[in-house]
Nanobody, 126 residues
Framework: QVQLAQSGGGLVQAGGSLKLSCVGS????????VAWFRQVPGKEREFVAVIFRSGSSATYADSVKGRFTMSRDKAQNMVSLQMNTLKPEDTAVYYC???????????????????WGQGAQVTVSS
């Protein structure tokens, strides 16, 4: 069973940048679909971005498109989320999630991911 370890996050002013990383404990992580979700208190986890096993391209939520870039480094068993031009409304706990069985139509729903990182707080001040 793969375990996901997150790093990154923190406090930044609006317009700044942060990077999140997610490392899988097994080489099989490189064959998984991996997504980023975020959550604020009282709300459900919100889809941010997803990348498939090929790692050739990622899909983004409209709210982050053009500002966030998701990538994967198979040599390091790692997926990253580069967040630029951050806004106060990006403030949330960010989670990486992975699935070995997800299908294309289910990739935006948190309930379809079996493995989760521990979460990282991202706070953007105005």
């Amino acid at each position: 069973q793969v375990q996901l370890a997150q790093s990154g996050g923190g406090l930044v002013q609006a317009g700044g940048s942060l990077k999140l990383s997610c490392v899988g404990s097994e080489r099989a992580f490189n064959t998984y679909t991996v997504a980023w979700f975020r959550q604020v208190p009282g709300k459900e986890r919100e889809f941010v971005a997803v990348i498939f096993r090929s790692g050739s391209s990622a899909t983004y939520a409209d709210s982050v498109k053009g500002r966030f870039t998701m990538s994967r480094d198979k040599a390091q068993n790692m997926v990253s989320l580069q967040m630029n031009t951050l806004k106060p409304e990006d403030t949330a706990v960010y989670y990486c999630a992975a699935s070995s069985t997800i299908i294309l139509s289910s990739r935006y729903s948190a309930s379809n991911y079996a493995y989760w990182g521990q979460g990282a707080q991202v706070t953007v001040s105005s």
